[in-house]
């Protein structure tokens, strides 16, 4: 069943067309809970999507309903407050005047006092001890204000939860580990998530469903691996991580290319196509009979991994990562090995 529908949104700032007819359904898993990424460049429309969602603005036309309940059609919308929707911010947007307890509690019923053993539970779920209830926020790092900003959304029990771009500010060692510990906390208390990002990676490993946002239109949805394998566009794929695009002529399930013939995931086109590889999986070998050649143009190590630059036989270059552990040298002649599919667009991309 679908717990939040998004169907046919447009809203307009001005001139702008943030968002053009956008439909998004987000169902809930066996456990409670699910997690949806919605990803794409600034100003594609994530924020927007997100602000109507929470209720701080509505939209022009279309609908949204959370739960069978609806939450707003057209410019007439539920009051934010009432919507239990949990949002947190890029800055967390902590009241800097008040302290940890009291920027958790606020929105509670009842007085500090009454709500001092739920604020001890809620820092307890976030992971901070209770020793920094009293502190205020210019005396937490980023991550703590994040983790007091996220206790303060989670303090009202929400439906849904709506992160957009909370872990931006963070380095990336600290985003990781906060990104892993807010999807555990948030699976674990059964709520619905949507995380707005630009970080690809951050979209991919953080959901089960993913969202791409383009000039206020949803390019596509599925899960991880689907988007990243089989996205719909060059665009797309270049979005979600490096990409080898490369033309090609299909037959029967194979793609001949600049890289030899490829085993293609679409055994039912036939003719020019351009195909996708990620670049893990491509890596180099030492030349042998009959293998795909190419002379390694430039080779920039960078400890676990190196960036190499090919020139394939086709005279076309190839830019592609490998392991540094296997970094070739310069002007070496290499074989190509491709593992996996090659995945072929549809055709007028
Ligand atoms: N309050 C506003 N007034 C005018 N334009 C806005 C406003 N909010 C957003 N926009 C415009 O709408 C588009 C989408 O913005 P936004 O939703 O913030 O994108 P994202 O979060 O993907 O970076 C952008 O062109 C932005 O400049
Ligand atoms: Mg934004």
Redesign the pocket.
């Known amino acids: 069943m679908t717990f939040l529908g998004i169907d046919h949104v447009s809203?307009r700032?001005?001139t702008?067309?943030?968002?053009d007819g956008v439909s998004l359904g987000v169902s809930l898993g066996v456990a409670a809970g699910s997690r949806t990424a919605i990803v794409?460049?600034?100003?594609?429309?994530?924020?927007?999507?997100?602000?109507l969602i929470a209720g701080f603005?509505a939209p022009d036309t279309g609908r949204i309903v959370l739960d069978g309940e609806l939450l707003a059609d057209g410019a007439a919308a539920m009051p934010a407050f009432r919507r239990g929707v949990g949002v947190v911010m890029q800055d967390g947007a902590l009241f800097p005047h008040l302290d940890v307890a009291e920027n958790i509690g606020f929105g509670l019923p009842g007085n500090l006092r009454g709500q001092a053993a739920r604020i001890a539970e809620l820092l307890g779920m976030v992971g901070l001890p209770i020793a920094m209830a009293s502190r205020r926020p210019d005396a937490l790092s980023g991550g703590q204000q994040q983790r007091v900003a996220l206790a303060r959304a989670l303090a009202r029990k929400p439906r849904l939860m709506l992160l957009?771009?909370p872990f931006s500010a963070l380095d990336t060692g600290l985003r990781a580990a906060t990104r892993k510990a807010v999807a555990t906390l948030l699976a674990d208390a059964g709520i619905a998530t949507i995380l707005?990002t630009?970080d690809q990676t951050e979209a991919l490993s953080f959901a089960d469903q993913v969202a791409v946002?383009g000039g206020?239109r949803l390019l596509q949805v599925g899960a991880p691996r689907e988007l990243y394998l089989r996205p719909l566009t060059p665009m797309i794929a270049s979005f979600l991580g490096e990409a080898i695009i490369l033309p090609a002529t299909l037959a029967d399930g194979v793609a001949d290319c600049a890289l030899g013939p490829v085993a293609v995931d679409d055994a039912r086109r036939q003719g020019a196509a351009d195909i996708l590889l990620r670049p893990e999986q491509v890596s180099l070998a030492a030349p042998t009979p009959g293998a795909a050649l190419a002379q390694v143009l430039d080779c920039d190590f960078a400890g676990p991994a190196c960036a190499v630059t090919l020139r394939l036989q086709s005279g076309e270059t190839v830019a592609l990562r490998q392991p540094g552990i296997a970094a070739p040298d310069i002007g070496a002649t290499v074989a190509i090995m491709v593992h996996g599919t090659a995945h072929a667009f549809a055709a007028g991309d």
Do not use: F, I, N, Q
């Not at 794409?40 to 602000?51: E, F, M």
């Open positions: 809203k700032y001005g702008v067309l943030a968002l794409g460049p600034s100003g594609s429309g994530k924020t927007t999507l997100l602000r603005e957009d771009e707005v630009h946002m206020g």
